[in-house]
């Protein structure tokens, strides 16, 4: 088993919510010889960076070493294993969860109290070996291009009057446009559209992210 790291301690003391799920997958990934780290505030683990018994080096170099696998987080229904490039996981049980219809590469798998995880040990581990392989194998997930989602009505229109807009949003980065074209396209109405195209333009302008 690889080490606990006492830098993540702190996310399972604190943890009220999923205490006992949390503990117990902690230490079902540890088990899988990854490397415990913290990441945006979750205990994230990562391809080690050397071999272990559990996991083969991968040969010819260090491309594999200190790849993010998996990671735990919780929320108010349920708690899971992300794992980052889930959508090329065989996912053979079925178990995997696409949260959004715009999330591309992560994947969940979700429980709901510690007996589901306890059962399913043996193939959470097996997925999460396969997460390992297809790092090694250097594998990618196929990203959509920004000019492969729609753009809303409302922003292309302020897009076509106002070429200054065009031209600092084409300067984004694509992560950074695709950002802004989900949160334009996630309302109904029309009107609550050009509301948040407006309440952007700003930031755009500025050469800004959305959250940024």
Known sequence: MSRMNPKVDFFFNKAKKWHEEFEKLRMLILDCG???ELKWGQPCYTS?????PSVPALAGGRAFQNRNIVLIHGFKEYCALLF???????DANGILIQQTKNVQAAR???FTNVRQIVKMEPIL??????AIEVEKA??????KKTTDFKIPEEFQNKLDKIPA???????????RQRAYIF??????????RESRVEKCMKQILKGKGLND
């Open 125 to 130: 581990k097996a997925y999460i070996f396969e």
């Open 138 to 143: 250097g594998l990618k997930v196929p990203l």
């Open 165 to 175: 807009l065009k031209t600092a949003f084409d300067a984004l980065t694509p992560g």
């Open 48 to 52: 080690p960076t050397r071999s272990s």
């Open 84 to 90: 980052f490039k889930g959508a090329l996981l065989n």
């Open 34 to 36: 990854l490397i415990e």
């Open 108 to 110: 969940q798998i979700r």
């Open 183 to 192: 949160y334009f396209s996630q309302p109904k109405q029309s009107k609550t």
